[in-house]
T-cell receptor, first 112, second 115 residues
């Protein structure tokens, strides 16, 4: 898996959009960008993933740069329950025995 | 959506005893499951890849005789921590791949405390 770089921590005011950046400058053409989050003492939760195009679902939006070397996860209206560690991971879509490798992630704190 | 059920949620055991953790895929079949360990304030570290009907693949530095993995069916993988010691106290998490539209789903984790 290609390596990702994320800021260690970020704060965001409740109700505002939280923008979490991720650098993946060595990403390969067949590698997807995945985002997971982990709330304290729970298993990671899938948020969103994408290859080239921007993606949106009920949880978040994913903006991938044209050169695919970086991406941004956007939580449009952050709530206190969004406080968690957010992990950006790149990997191929060859599901089965391909493992997910977690980096250190970004600890997002939503401020009331 | 795809759900992975992990039990127990927490367990306390005495040094020298063994503890079994179960990971079940509830509404899908998982030929491959993954076991992670997470120490406080650290990221998830992959321990092993569990393959249904065959031997698990362990990451470098993980003792296969200490962390026994069995994946006897398409919906169940177990991790047994044998002869547990206090340094084995950690948060253990299992995961399974679903499909390319869903990604990987994770269990809720098991907090093991060895006293």
């Amino acid at each position: 898996d290609a390596k990702t770089t994320q800021p260690t921590s970020m704060d965001c005011a409740e109700g505002r959009a939280a923008n979490l950046p991720c650098n993946h400058s060595t990403i390969s053409g067949n590698e997807y960008v995945y985002w997971y989050r982990q709330i304290h003492s729970q298993g990671p939760q899938y948020i969103i993933h994408g290859l080239k195009n921007n993606e949106t679902n009920e949880m978040a939006s994913l903006i991938i740069t044209e050169d695919r070397k970086s991406s941004t996860l956007i939580l449009p209206h952050a709530t206190l329950r969004d406080t968690a560690v957010y992990y950006c991971i790149v990997r191929t879509a060859n599901f089965g025995n391909e493992k997910l490798t977690f980096g250190t992630g970004t600890r997002l704190t939503i401020i009331p | 959506g795809a759900v992975v059920s992990q039990h127990p949620s927490w367990v306390i055991c005495k040094s020298g005893t063994s503890v079994k953790i179960e990971c079940r895929s509830l509404d899908f079949q998982a030929t491959t499951m993954f076991w992670y360990r997470q120490f406080p304030k650290q990221s998830l570290m992959l321990m092993a890849t569990s393959n249904e009907g065959s031997k698990a693949t362990y990451e470098q530095g993980v003792e296969k005789d200490k962390f026994l993995i069995n994946h006897a069916s398409l919906t169940l993988s177990t991790l047994t921590v044998t002869s547990a010691h206090p340094e084995d106290s950690s948060f253990y998490i299992c995961s399974a791949s679903v499909d390319k539209n869903y990604g990987y789903t994770f269990g809720s984790g098991t907090r093991l405390t060895v006293v």
